[in-house]
């Protein structure tokens, strides 16, 4: 017999314990004491495709769509999510110091103002054509553009000398 995670969404509680743990119950009762939520896929699709990941590694839940939980559910999920992904979202370039790789970028994100050095200009991800962007600077620190059309045109021109 083939052990297959659940993907019933009914009847499932999910509750944080005192020490900050996930703690799911499955509408049949089974309990697990500390799952991890896992994106499928972070980028591409953030919010389908949810495993909740059991203590021993295994998934003890399959989320097809995060719109299917309960806002509390939800809401836990994502503050989980947010304390292990570190993703910030560049809001402005405010200058780069060469159009040359390495190069040092300047940027407003939405934690606050930063220094990435981006060393291959290969080191900016083409998500969805030319508008939506990962860049990866040389720290592995990854920031990402939702969308350039949503630039301010200064941040744009800069940004074209490395596409």
Do not use: C
């Amino acid at each position: 017999m083939i052990n297959t995670p659940h993907s019933d969404l009914a009847g499932m509680q999910l509750v944080r314990n005192p020490h900050g743990r996930l703690v799911l119950t499955l509408g049949d009762g089974t309990v697990y004491t500390a799952v991890v939520p896992v994106r499928a896929f972070p980028i591409a699709a953030p919010t389908e495709g949810l495993s909740l990941i059991a203590a021993d590694g295994k998934e003890a839940l399959w989320v097809a769509r995060m719109d299917d939980l309960q806002p509390a559910h939800r809401q836990l999920i994502e503050e989980d999510l947010a304390a292990r992904e570190f993703v910030p979202t560049v809001e402005r370039i405010l200058k780069v110091s060469s159009f040359s790789t390495p190069s040092t970028w300047d940027l407003q994100t939405d934690r606050g103002v930063t220094q990435m050095v981006l060393k291959a200009e290969e080191d900016i991800r083409k998500l969805a054509g030319r508008t939506k962007l990962q860049i990866t600077g040389q720290d592995g620190v990854q920031f990402r553009i939702p969308d350039t059309h949503q630039l301010d045109r200064a941040s744009r021109k800069l940004l074209e000398r490395f596409l």
